[in-house]
Structure formats: structure tokens, C-alpha cells
């Protein structure tokens, strides 16, 4: 089976979502729309807000359709209050519109929870796929790393990591252009021995797979951030308390370095000279250039960009809609599935379901 | 009850453990006994060597028991192999001598696995302990944390994440001075919704109790480099994933900002006029500093010195120790335990065992 690319890709936006407002989140879509001349939209929001900011984005202008809501899914809303509101608001709209086939992928920046609920109930998992899951990219000192499950699943089995091996798999491989991207399972010790009979069985099995990725075994948590394997699989519990952790660590480096430097007029000065590479670390580790978690695994592309992303934020996670859409990445997950299906190794196949 | 302080507390010191080796194991206890003038010790190793050593130690010199063995537990044992060396090598035996009376807490840099299994296997659970948790302190913006359970129990029920609560209050009561130290359980989210049914729980029976803490619900893993609070419990294996990311993010950072100090003269010089606060900043963050994990709930005190430590390093392990002894940390936890089954919230207690 070979793959056609998608040669016209079009975003379902909601433009309500998260804490940027309408505005900024159109002129992401302004800026993506540069990026990609190929790439269309469908914007979910208030029309006459939506003309209004249309005004100032021409390129948005001359292709988007505009699709009327006032109905706005709120970020306190629980994800079974926002499903009844499926098909009113513009987060709803906007998954419903992948669902009828008139959009390739949605976009928002709204309530989690709420959007990942949508999402699967809408557009189901696909064939293959227990249950889907949320991945993201983080920086290293190398290259980025994507790492799944960031909290969609709080408990997995073997299947659940295995299928999201796969899938973040198929996620580097094209979002970070790697042939054969190296992946790992997150442990608590790099022995075979070590860790849950979960992670031991999904090691055996991927060990064993004929895939396009290189198996590396397992990985403690202090190796997220050196960049020696491209995809971290892990459950949804400890994928949200590692992600949490970077981000509470980053936070507690930088805020010790600002009071560092605050110390004498000595090291003000030397910020001042350095502030050039400061400013680069900053941008190297700022979340808004790695924005665009991924629900993988559902009939159907839904990325979430982060509530607190700026414009250029918002843009980038459009950009990651555009490359999975342009790269066919369902697709992909699905001949792989397939391909491990087929040779799975014997030795675990029968414990298996 | 009240509680009699130990005005002569004995330290069971394993002289082999760790990278450091023997010399500086030695000297670190020369260190601390500067440090506690009342603290004597046994140093279980070779004791031609330990003799030799003896001769740059004079404090130590003067009260230390010299336990003769030349049996080791290497880095690569497995924990089985080691507890066939329980009565024969100098981790084995300095755990016996907490056992036998003869010292008040057990003290080794070396192999994790085999120290947790020995102590378990020689020293029993507390009553009331269903499973021994291993703590650490962690830095923050503020003061220090603990962070427990950090890999000694893999999957953890409500029961045992109630008991490393109290365990870790009582922890941060003595090592940290708190008198009402506040208490945390990680979670991927702060809603009281969120998380494992154990997690559910066990925030249920924490809420209701009357402990030496403040019961502060949920905290998510951004949140434990803040320092707002004092205790953070968790599963063995998010702590274990929680610490090692925590370590991870250091690393990164830190080799971010070596290389971003690289990248000019100009920068250069900022370097070298920012030094001396970005030396402090090093040594807040230094592991060193934070050094000496112990595994609570057990019938006697064992400190886990990080294997990479230094002079300075395991000093602060064999002050954690001290302070454990001169605290009578086990009766306070004892102490505590009665008192929160005395007044179990009912709503709770009739589903659990």
C-alpha cells in the first residue's frame, strides 16, 4: 500500500480557545497561512468577530470559511458538560467538521479534558488502536523527543504501550523527519528486570517487532532531557508527572538564575554581556516553540496547542496539524499496526489478548 | 507518651559503599564527628585499611569501633546475592548491628537494591507499616522538600500512601524543623477528581485526619520545585520517574547554559563577572547538599548515601542520620500512626482493610 499525500490540507480552527483570545489566534492562522500556501481553513467562532479580524489577515481572508458559534466550551467546563455541547460549540464544530470529512485536522487551544473527550467520542478510535493518546515534544540538549502518554490514560497495558510506541513512532517520523527514530519505555531502572509486568511485556514484544524504529529498551526519567532517544513511551500517569517535572524544574533553574545575576552589580553586568545567550537558552527551552500535543490514534488528526501559547505558539501547533495531515500520518500508524500485526513476535503473542 | 531524646547516638557506618571509597567515607565521618560531638561510631570494612585511615581522623579516632571484614556488596549484585551476605559484608553487617542494638542507624553509599532488600529483610516493618518507603530531599526555591516513596515500591495502595504521609511529616518535622509541615500527594491534575482511586482515597483519609501536618489535596509535578510544600508523596515509581526527571532537566539546563556562555568573548566575560553567583546557584542545587535518602517504616534507621556523593556529601548523610537518632524519628512515627488510627475518618474506613 503505498500512501498518497494530501496535496490541499485543510484546519478546522477554534478560534475561542485558550487564554490568547480570537485575535492572536487568527493571526497564527495568518502567519501558517504563509507558511503553507496550500494549507485552508475552516474558522469555528462568532462570525462577525471573525470578519472583523479578517481585516487584518488577507491570506486567512482569501480562502477561510467561517463557520458561526457563539457557544464557547469554558476551561472549567467537565469534559461530560462540554460533550453535550458537541455540536454547538466551536471546539465541537471543529472536530465534528474532521468527522464529516470537510476538514483533515482540528486545532484548539481550549480545555483538555474537554477536547479530548470530544475527540474520541466523535471520531472513535482507529482500527487497531485501544485507546488514544497524547503526544507532545520536549526539548533536549540534541534534538526534540516526542513523549506519550502525557494523561489521556492514567492506567496501560502492554497493548496500550506497544500501540503507542508504534504511533509515537510514526509521530517523529514525521514531525521530526526521522527514518527510523529510536524509542524507549520509561522505567525506573535500564535492566530488563526493572519496572511493572506491563512495561516488561511491551519491551519483549517491541524488542521482537519488525517496525521502522530502532527499540532501545528502557530509559530512566534522567535521560528525557539528553536527546539519545527520539520517542519516550510511558502510561498517562507518569507521562503528566514527568512533563509536569520538567516544567517545574526549568521553572526552578530560571528563577534561581534571575536571583543569581541579581546578586551585586558585578553579575548584573555580567547578565547584561550574556544576555544575548541567555536569550537563546530561553528560546531553545521556550514551550511555545515545541507547542502541539497530538491525540494520536483516533480516525482523524486533533492537535491541542497549550492554553498559555503565544501567537507564535498557536502558529507552530497549526504547523504540526499541517505536517501530519501533509504526511498522511493516520495512514501510516495503520500500516504499521498492520506490518506488527503480521509478524508479531510468537513468544508473547499468545499471552496477549 | 512522651518521647526520650538519644544523647549518645552510634552510627553502623558501611566504609565500602560508593564511588568515594573508603578514605572519604572515613573522612566524611571525621567531618561529623566535629559536627556531633556526642555521635560515636562502628566502622564495619577491612580494618587494616580502616586503622591506617584512623591515623588522619583523630575525632573519629577516639571513640570508633573497628568491625573487621573484607566482604563487599558490589554495585552489580543483585539484591538476592546480597542477602546472602547479610552477616558476612560490611553493608550486611552494619544493618545487623542497628538490629542486634548495638548502633542507632545504619549508614551505606552503596548498592540501592541490596541495602532496601537487607534492611527490609534484618530490620521488619514497623508495626502499623505495611511497606517501607525510601525519602529524599529535593531542592526548591524555597526551603528543601521530601519527596517519598522514590522506587521502593513499584505500585502502591491507599493504605501505603496514607502511611509514607505520616512517615514523610514526621521526616520533614525532624530533618527540615517544621512543626506542621504541609503534605502533598502527586497527581496529574489538583481537582479532587483526578487520579487513581488510591490517590482518591487516600487525599479522603488524609483530609479527615488529625496528624502534625496540613493536608494540602493534590499537587501536580510542576509544582515540586516551588517549595510551597513540605512533603510530596507519591507511588515508588512516579517518584522514581519524578526525581530522575528532576536530575534530567538539571543536567540539561545546565549544559544548555555551559554551552550558551560559550558562544562569545562577550559572553565569556559575563561568565567569569557571573561566576561567583552562579557557583551559589550550583551549590543550592547541588545533590551534595541534599544528600542522604532514608527508607522509613522499618524497626531501625538506614540512610542511603547517593553513590556519587563526596566528602562533604556523605557528611550531610551521616547529619541526616544523626538527626533521625537524636529526633527518635521512628517512636514519632509510631506515635503518629496510633493517633490517626485512633481517629480514622469513618466516612473511609469501612473500605479499607
Known sequence: MTIKPVTAPVIALDVMGGDAGLADVMAAAEIASERYPR?????????????????????????AVVVHTDDVVLGTDKPSQALRRSRTSSMGMAIQAVKDGEAHAAVSAGNTGALMAMALFA?????????????????????????????????????????FAVMGAAFARTVL???????????????????????????????????????????????????????????????????????????????????????????????????????????HL????????????????VVKSHGSANVRGIANAIGVAHDLIADSVGERISQDLANFRAHRPAAVAADAK
Open 123 to 163: 471520531l472513535r478510535t482507529m482500527p487497531g488502536i485501544d485507546r488514544p493518546a497524547l503526544a507532545a515534544l520536549l526539548p533536549t540538549l540534541k534534538n526534540d523527543s516526542v513523549v506519550l502518554d502525557l494523561g489521556a490514560n492514567t492506567e496501560c497495558d502492554t497493548e496500550n504501550l506497544v500501540q
Open 177 to 283: 523527519g526521522l527514518e527510523r527514530p529510536r524509542v524507549a519505555l520509561l522505567n525506573i531502572g535500564e535492566e530488563e528486570l526493572k519496572g511493572t509486568d506491563e512495561l516488561k511485556e511491551a519491551a519483549a514484544l517491541l524488542r521482537g517487532a519488525n517496525l521502522p524504529m530502532v527499540f532501545e529498551g528502557f530509559v530512566e526519567g534522567d535521560k528525557i532531557g539528553q536527546g539519545n532517544v527520539d520517542v519516550i513511551v510511558t502510561d498517562g500517569f507518569s507521562g503528566n508527572i514527568a512533563l509536569k517535572t520538567v516544567e517545574g524544574t526549568g521553572k526552578l533553574v530560571s528563577g534561581l538564575l534571575t536571583e543569581a545575576f541579581k546578586t551585586s552589580w558585578l553579575t548584573r553586568l555580567g547578565y547584561l554581556l550574556s544576555r544575548s545567550a541567555l536569550r537563546a537558552l530561553r528560546a
Open 39 to 63: 494549507l485552508t481553513f475552516r474558522l469555528h467562532g462568532p462570525e462577525l468577530r471573525i470578519r472583523n479580524e479578517l481585516a487584518r489577515c488577507p491570506r486567512l481572508a482569501a480562502t
Open 286 to 301: 521556550d514551550p511555545n516553540a515545541h507547542n502541539g500535543a497530538v491525540f494520536l490514534g483516533l480516525n482523524g488528526i
